[in-house]
């Protein structure tokens, strides 16, 4: 008996999802009061960042490599650099994704999965004490 693996991506709901969530975080990130200090580091618009977003967590959930098909490689950390990432904003970075991810994605074993991750890739995000 063989067992199919699907990715997180599918297992979320796919595009559909990724969408919602994505919408939903940059949505909280400019709505939110303790998000301030994140929502200032971020150009006026949001929506760059917003479609940036989608793309590379598309990817990084399995889905199809939107972001490094039109941009290359992520290179996260080095396109940051330009944002002072200290604690506050990365803690209300962090408090946008886990309530949109809380919103968007019913299962709670599947939030469990992405956060650790994410979580630790924020820390590595943070370039200012």
């Known amino acids: 008996m063989s067992e199919e693996t699907i990715t997180l991506y599918e297992a979320i709901g796919g595009d559909r999802t990724v969408r919602t969530l994505t919408s939903r975080f940059y949505e909280l990130m400019d709505t939110l009061p303790e998000a301030?200090?994140?929502?200032?580091?971020?150009?006026?618009?949001?929506?760059?960042s917003q479609e940036k977003f989608y793309e590379y967590l598309t990817g990084y959930l399995g889905g199809p490599q939107l972001y490094v098909e039109k941009r290359g490689h992520?290179?996260?950390?080095?396109?940051?650099?330009?944002a002072a990432i200290g604690p506050k904003e990365r803690d209300e970075w962090l408090l946008c994704f886990r309530r949109a991810m809380d919103e968007?994605?019913?299962?709670?074993?599947?939030?469990?999965?992405?956060?650790?991750?994410?979580?630790r890739l924020a820390f590595h995000m943070q370039n200012r004490e």
């Open 104 to 119: 968007t994605i019913e299962s709670e074993k599947l939030r469990a999965i992405i956060w650790e991750p994410v979580e």
């Open 74 to 82: 992520p290179r996260l950390r080095s396109r940051h650099f330009v």
């Open 36 to 48: 301030a200090n994140c929502r200032a580091v971020h150009p006026p618009s949001l929506e760059g």
